[in-house]
């Protein structure tokens, strides 16, 4: 607030203490943070001497805040010259809130597009194009075929497409060559400018994304959300907590599927065509699932005729398909023969080509190869190297020696020689049992490092080139292994792989292992990581001692994570030391991996020595500041982080580092292990760490009690239980809680880890908060009483409040196991989710065992929510004793009504007041249903207790529509009500639909004459309340005018008390009427007076009605107009 006079009033007024100046009335304009000293906070009552301390320590929380904010750069502005200005400062302050107003604008319009864009960019990863372009492409004048096959083609035709689903499944065996076959495809059809083509290659030999469907639906979103920009809208939904860096914890795999089919929806009319590849190479579980979603995908695009073309090709899954969709099995095409064959005569080098000789040999390999390209592929670089040898005399000896199957050749390849067998087992070693793809340079120096001495291990880029890694690549897996492409999409480094994912399944599902190394026994994968680890641990020590001692002096801090001083140290690092990155992250990784056949004691003693190394390389190779560990942290920091539950569990138990001084220094961000490893994601070595907790002290000294303690509060006034909760840790919530946890704690926003984890919906989360605590631990006072009764219906009403379908039920299972009786409570939240209309939650009540009585089902058929019915129906609720059908005809849903009568209601049925269905529908004007009822035999003219049929309940509610509908249908226009009452009569005193009832009742045969019990006629009535158009249509059907009731009152004489009484211009033209209808003037009045007479005394008393005049001309007119019938 920036006026004093109006600060001191409010200030005074509502004893205000500090008013904040900074940015006073810019912080709803601009997206600022403004970082206050503290005297700014009390501007009133600041003592002046520590301002400047204030000041300094605003400034260096502000630069210290700058060097964790990536830089970003944005447009450049335009500064107005000085010529503009012209000294005048008015000029000036104008530019200067014409690009501020400016910028705002531009601002709130580009927000939206810049979260899109920054969303986009968090769906892509690392290598998420790698597979498909490191697929080498076809032959020249192969795959040609495919594009004419009728399978193809008829995938292809839109109007099959109700019969496929928009499927075509390649099937083929290992080796066949479907991923040429599917790059083929897409590059084919890429070339047509209405298609929208979208593909992923699943790789099992790459990383985690790569192999899996989160990376599957990350890529294909990207790719469909990047063609086709329009369709980004869907991220609009999207909170920007999901940014970040890209892992597979970014984004949930539901919330990808739910924007994927979101934006297929919005595709329309263009047609968008899916390359799936390799499914075999993905986890079976995910495929089906996969598959499922697809399917689904393909039913809606049949109904919503959305143009959606998805290709799949795999191994032969005999256990997994899709029930539409067109079927080809590659190996058993003619035209995959020819290619096949083409391949061969082509790249053997086998002289004259033509020679029977060498047309012989073709001939048996394409026999051999049974329609396995890959096959085919290593058996012509072996001949060729005959035909190179001029050893033509040796090809057919060799070729009878090569095996037909493709995991013997792999044998044959492998065993053929014993040269560099070392480098052989190592290789392997690394590519299958690598935590990630190694790049070729940490390939090479992996193998250096377990191979060579330490000196070969630092690399000098002249001494050691690219070409040289590659060529170890070859002759270190004796041509098995090889280098993948550079991804020109993101950039990455090669990696090395086997050629084909059927060299892992030879060597791990085929007992391959054991062919090669005939002593491998079982723990060969354990011996494995045990050697690997030994190569990581030996590249880490040579980087101290050829790196670290060298590059930082003594004292020396790294320069803070995100500048650029330390991205320039990481890549001086990364080119000189190409393994470390990997060797320091993983080295724990494989020591867990080989913990049952190595020493774990002698692992932790000779990393003592290296653990100040190992601190330094992790914050240097760390790109955020506040994931950095303290110089000093404790052992078991380090072990919780890098989730070593087997070397943490040797710890504890050997009280290995309890009694060091660096136990007192935890990690400043985390506070103690426990944090650390809940914090990271570390389960088991959380729980390990909580079932050697110190809850209730134990032999480890005060400082270890403390660190270990499971109720430690973090600087951000979190215990372990709460993170545990939030990142949906159930194992850990579960061992805390057993632990005798603290549950009532509460963090900065006043949630308790319990509140937390029902607000998050996550059941396993949730669910051990209600298991009993282990009796060996005592529980704290102000715990929550975990089994109360209490406790659970609080629950299940924030569960239904939040909607949670899946905590709800876990909820109601759970008090049903506990013996809970929720009594009258069951009852009353099920009538809570069927008035908030949530199917789901009814149908879990119900599932468990919630009574279904008649005020649920009255209560929804009133919500007017078919589903809801539906389910109460499906749960037998009495359709007869609720009076549903009654409460549906009322409400007016047709839907539900129809629903109902298929039930088995009786359409005939009576309310307490004998109201048939047809009557409520009839009285509310629902038309649509009153036509339901009577086609299903309702009686028409059924009157209730008082004597009301639906004919009288729809002229009274004031319905015509439902009026001619019932006559039309029959409905009894002779009926006698109370008093004599007819439905003519009824009709004409509903004075807003008095004139279409009456025309429908005249039309179907009322007696326009007839009388009620005090004789009055329809006439009467209508003249009585002054309906001109009524009386006008009554005459015109032949209503008497000169009938009398009661004293002889006539229509004529109630229309004129009528004038007299309220009306009397209006009433004129009724009277009008009746007379040229034929009324007589000269019939006595009421009080026995001439009309004429009788009107005039009315006049005297009523001045101003004229109504004698009016009867004067109108009887005049009327023998003119009878003198004028009589003449002609």
């Known amino acids: 607030m920036k006026h004093g006079t109006t600060r001191d009033l409010i200030a005074k007024e509502l004893s205000v203490l500090c008013f904040e100046m900074e940015a006073a009335g810019l912080m709803d304009k601009f997206p ?9 906070y009390a501007d009133s009552h600041k003592t002046k001497e520590w301002q400047p301390y204030a000041a300094a320590t605003a400034a260096a929380y502000a630069k210290e805040l700058l060097s964790f904010v990536q830089a970003h750069v944005g447009q450049s502005t335009p500064t107005p010259p000085v010529s503009s200005v012209d000294g005048k400062s008015g000029t000036a302050l104008l530019f200067v809130f014409e690009r501020v107003l400016t910028n705002m604008f531009i601002d709130e319009l580009e927000t939206t597009q810049q979260q899109r864009l920054l969303l986009l960019a968090s769906l892509e990863f690392e290598n998420i194009g790698s597979r498909h372009e490191g697929i080498r492409r076809a032959h020249a004048k192969t795959c040609q075929w495919l594009l004419k096959h009728p399978d193809y083609t008829s995938w292809q035709n839109d109007e099959k497409f109700s019969d496929h689903h928009g499927f075509l499944w390649i099937s083929g065996k290992p080796g066949a060559g479907k991923s040429t076959i599917m790059k083929f495809l897409v590059s084919q059809a890429s070339r047509s400018p209405k298609a929208v083509v979208i593909s992923f290659f699943f790789n099992a030999r790459g990383d985690t994304l790569e192999k899996t469907v989160l990376g599957l639906y990350r890529s294909l979103l990207h790719q469909l959300l990047e ?6 809208e869907v991220l609009d939904g999207t909170r920007l907590p999901f940014l970040g860096k890209a892992t597979s914890h970014t984004w949930k795999l539901d919330h990808l599927r739910s924007l994927f089919l979101d934006a297929i929806k919005r595709v329309k009319k263009r047609q968008v065509i899916c390359f799936i590849d390799a499914l075999d190479e993905c986890p079976e579980d995910q495929v089906r699932e996969m598959l499922d979603f697809f399917q689904e995908l393909g039913q809606r695009a049949v109904l919503s005729k959305i143009r959606m073309h998805t290709c799949f090709s795999s191994r032969h899954y005999p256990h997994i398909g899709i029930k539409n969709g067109v079927r080809l099995t ?4 003619a035209g995959h023969a020819k290619d096949l064959e083409e391949y061969v005569r082509t790249k053997l080098e086998n002289g004259d080509a033509e020679s029977p000789k060498a047309i012989d040999i073709v001939k048996q390999i394409l026999q051999k190869a049974s329609g396995v390209f890959m096959w085919a592929v290593l058996v012509v670089e072996i001949l060729n190297k005959e035909y190179q040898r001029g050893r033509i005399f040796a090809v057919q000896g060799r070729l009878d020696t090569i095996p037909a199957k493709l995991g013997d050749l792999f044998k044959d390849i492998l065993t053929r020689d014993n040269e560099n067998m ?44 690219q ?8 002759s270190s897996s004796k041509g098995l292994a090889e280098t993948t492409a550079t991804s020109k999409a993101t950039n990455t480094d090669p990696t090395v792989q086997f050629i084909h994912e059927s060299v892992r399944d030879f060597l791990l599902k085929d007992d391959g292992i054991r062919a090669i190394w005939p002593d491998a026994g079982p723990d060969f994968e354990a011996k494995s990581h045990e050697r690997l680890k030994s190569c990581c641990f030996s590249y880490i020590k040579v980087a101290a001692s050829h790196w670290l001692s060298n590059s930082l002096s003594a004292g020396t801090s790294l320069p803070k994570a995100c500048s650029y001083e330390a991205n320039d140290l990481r890549l001086l690092v990364g080119n000189m030391l190409p393994f470390l990155e990997y060797a320091n992250s993983q080295l724990f990784s494989h020591a867990e991996c080989a913990a049952a056949v190595m020493s774990k004691i002698r692992f932790l003693q000779e990393f003592r020595p290296i653990q100040a190394a190992w601190v330094v390389f992790f914050n240097l190779l760390e790109k955020y500041e506040v994931r950095r560990l303290h110089k000093k942290v404790s052992l078991l920091c380090i072990l919780a982080i890098q989730n070593s539950s087997s070397l943490l569990r040797e710890c504890l138990s050997l009280g290995i580092g309890a009694e060091e001084p660096t136990l007192r220094v935890s990690m400043e961000h985390y506070c103690t292990p426990l ?26 000294r005060k400082q270890a009690v403390r660190e270990l303690h499971i109720d430690v509060v973090n600087k951000r006034g979190r215990t372990a239980l709460s993170i545990a909760v939030e990142k949906e840790q159930s194992r850990v919530v579960r061992a805390l809680l057993r632990r005798g946890a603290d549950t009532t704690h509460k963090d900065r926003n006043g949630h308790t880890p319990f509140d937390m984890a029902i607000e998050k919906g996550h059941v396993p989360t949730a669910m051990p908060f209600f298991d009993p605590v282990d009796p060996a631990y005592s529980v704290c006072p102000q715990q929550y009483q975990r089994n109360s009764t209490e406790l659970l219906k609080q629950t299940i009403a924030l569960a239904v409040r939040l909607r949670q379908d899946k905590m709800l039920d876990a909820l109601l299972k759970r008090g049903s196991e506990l013996g809970v009786d929720l009594g009258g409570e069951s009852s009353h939240f099920a009538e809570v989710v069927v008035r908030e209309k949530v199917t789901s939650l009814l149908r879990i009540f119900l599932d468990n065992g919630a009574p279904v009585d008649d005020d649920l089902l009255c209560l929804a058929v009133r919500s007017c929510h078919k589903a809801t019915v539906q389910t109460l129906l499906d749960a037998d609720a009495d359709l007869y004793r609720s009076g549903a059908l009654h409460l549906a005809a009322e409400s007016g849903d047709n839907t539900i009504v129809e629903l109902l009568l298929q039930k088995g209601a009786d359409v005939q049925g009576q309310d307490e007041s004998g109201r048939s269905p047809l009557c409520m529908a009839s009285a509310r004007g629902h038309l649509r249903i009153a036509e339901t009822l009577l086609g299903e035999g309702a009686d028409i003219n059924h009157a209730d207790s008082h004597g009301r049929n639906p004919l009288w309940r729809s002229i009274h509610a004031g319905h015509p529509h439902v009026v ?31 004139q279409k009832s009456v025309q429908l009742l005249l039309e179907k045969g009322a007696d326009v004459n007839c009388q009620q019990d005090n004789g009055m006629t329809a006439l009467h009535l209508a003249a009585q309340r002054g309906e001109h158009s009524v009386v006008e249509t009554l005459l015109r059907h032949g209503a008497d005018p000169n009938l009398g009731y009661k004293h002889g009152k006539t229509a004529l004489s109630e229309a004129i008390n009528h004038a007299v009484e309220s009306y009397p211009h209006h009433s004129q033209e009724t009277i009008l009427s009746l007379v040229r209808g034929g009324a007589e003037l000269d019939t006595p009045s009421p009080e026995g007076l001439d009309i004429r007479a009788w009107a005039l005394r009315l006049e005297k008393n009523h001045p101003g009605i004229g109504i004698h005049q009016s009867l004067l001309a109108v009887s005049e007119g009327s023998q003119s107009e009878s003198v004028d019938i009589m003449a002609g």
């Open 32 to 40: 600022s943070l403004v970082i206050r000293g503290i005297c700014d």
């Open 227 to 232: 063609q086709l920009p329009d369709l980004q």
């Open 330 to 333: 590659l190996e058993a095409q």
């Open 422 to 465: 070392d480098d052989l087992r190592l290789c392997i070693q690394w590519i299958l049992f690598s935590r990630r793809p190694l790049k070729l340079k940490e390939y090479y120096f992996a193998l250096a490092s377990g191979l060579e001495t330490d000196d070969a291990l630092v690399w000098d880029s002249s001494q050691i080139p």
């Open 467 to 474: 070409k040289i890694m590659e060529l170890f690549v070859l």
């Open 675 to 700: 944090h650390a490893a809940v914090f990271k994601g570390s389960q088991e070595a959380a729980e390990v760490l909580v079932r050697y907790s110190a809850k209730n002290g134990g032999s480890l």
């Open 964 to 994: 001619q509908l019932l006559l039309d249908k029959g409905a009894n226009v002779h009926c006698v009500y109370i008093k004599g009452c007819r439905p003519l009569h009824l009709a004409i005193r509903m004075m807003n639909s008095a």
